[in-house]
């Protein structure tokens, strides 16, 4: 098993889609200094008529990601200090990235 090292493809980003947080679109709206509502109607989000919540549409799963850009071959997060909870934990101890590497168990 070769050790997780992330090299920056993109793969992850544009393959297996974001599943957000409730939270994670007023954390990025608030970093990109956009008005949340603007954000929300933007990227297709949706108020949760039953709470406060925020719900991404259904079809946000499996799509690229809004912010990935590149520089040359390089992946770039345009939300880096912001990304969502997925984001920084993949691809998880034990799981396989899109690019077929692993994280270890340390």
């Not at 997780?4 to 990109?32: H, M, N, T």
């Not at 809004?66 to 969502?84: G, H, N, Q, S």
């Not at 909870?85 to 101890?93: D, E, F, L, M, T």
Request: aromatic share 10%.
């Amino acid at each position: 098993m070769q050790s997780f090292e992330c090299r920056r493809c993109g793969r992850c980003c544009k393959q297996i889609g974001i599943p957000w947080s409730a939270l994670d679109p007023r954390k990025v709206a608030a970093y990109l200094d956009i008005d949340l509502n603007d954000f929300l109607s933007r990227h297709g989000f949706i108020r949760d008529p039953c709470s406060t919540g925020i719900k991404h549409p259904p079809d946000f799963d499996g799509t690229a990601c809004p912010f990935l850009t590149y520089d040359k071959e390089t992946a770039v997060c345009r939300i880096y200090p912001v990304r969502p909870w997925i984001c920084k934990s993949y691809p998880g101890p034990g799981v396989t990235c899109q690019a077929g590497l692993q994280r270890s168990e340390r």
